[in-house]
């Protein structure tokens, strides 16, 4: 695809449930990063995979959350047993290897729990 | 340890009046640095990056950084405001080529009639 797709891009579930967030990055791209956005807050890092190396997880804020990107293309961040402090946009970027390479990001899942 | 700061959480300003927004980040040897602006109901896009060479980085919609190594700055300007600039600015970091971006906590830019 021509960007970043990220779905659903509403997602209300239940307290306690678990859920699943969908982020498939741009062709080519083999860096894929997933950050946090609550109301009023900046961008927080959760996990970036780059390649085959190991991806770099200390972002996760509690082991509730793991994500894993098969075939160094689509990724999907999951959230076991949601809490309500988990509500917030979940926004994931891809970029191309490099440092001196910008990441482009998606339009977000808006997870709200409820 | 590896960190970006942006002072203001919000700065109001009067349309056509110029504008900076400051950016600090923890010290380090070699950085790339990004600026990234979130206009309303929108997703993030990239607004100038600095990677090496001349410190005034140039980037779309009339907006200039620069890059100040002993100061560990990189302050986002524009002459003259509009309207259409109102939106929330991110400043970013990487520190070297295969780490992740860290991005500081925003800051609100609004613009007065």
């Known amino acids: 695809g021509a960007g970043v797709s990220q779905s659903p891009s509403n997602k209300v579930t239940e307290k306690g449930k678990d859920v699943e967030l969908r982020c498939d990055p741009i062709?080519?791209?083999?860096?894929l990063y997933w950050y946090r956005q609550s109301l009023g807050q900046g961008l927080e890092f959760l996990i970036y995979?780059?390649?085959?190396?190991?991806?770099?997880k200390s972002g996760l804020p509690s082991d509730r959350f793991s994500a894993e990107r098969t075939g160094g293309s689509v990724s999907t961040l999951t959230i076991q047993r949601t809490q309500q402090e988990d509500s917030a946009v979940y926004l994931c970027?891809?970029?191309?290897?490099?440092?001196?390479?910008?990441?482009?990001f998606g339009q977000g899942t808006r997870l709200t729990v409820v | 340890a590896q960190s970006v700061t942006q002072l203001d959480s919000q700065v109001p300003v009067f349309e056509e009046a110029p504008v900076e927004l400051r950016c600090n980040y923890s010290?380090?040897?070699?950085?790339?640095l990004f600026w990234y602006v979130q206009y309303p109901n929108q997703g993030l896009q990239l607004l100038l990056k600095?990677?090496?060479?001349?410190?005034l980085v140039k980037g779309i919609n009339g907006f200039e950084a620069e890059f100040n190594k002993s100061q560990t700055s990189f302050h986002l300007r524009k002459p003259s405001v509009h309207i259409s600039d109102t939106a929330e600015y991110f400043c970013a970091v990487r520190y070297s080529s295969a780490s992740k971006i860290i991005f500081g906590s925003g800051t609100r830019l609004s613009i007065r009639p």
């Open positions: 600095y990677l090496s060479g001349s410190t």
């Open positions: 062709s080519g791209h083999t860096a």
């Open positions: 970027a891809s970029s191309l290897q490099g440092g001196d390479t910008e990441a482009f």
């Open positions: 010290s380090s040897v070699s950085v790339y």
């Open positions: 995979f780059q390649g085959n190396s190991a991806p770099d």
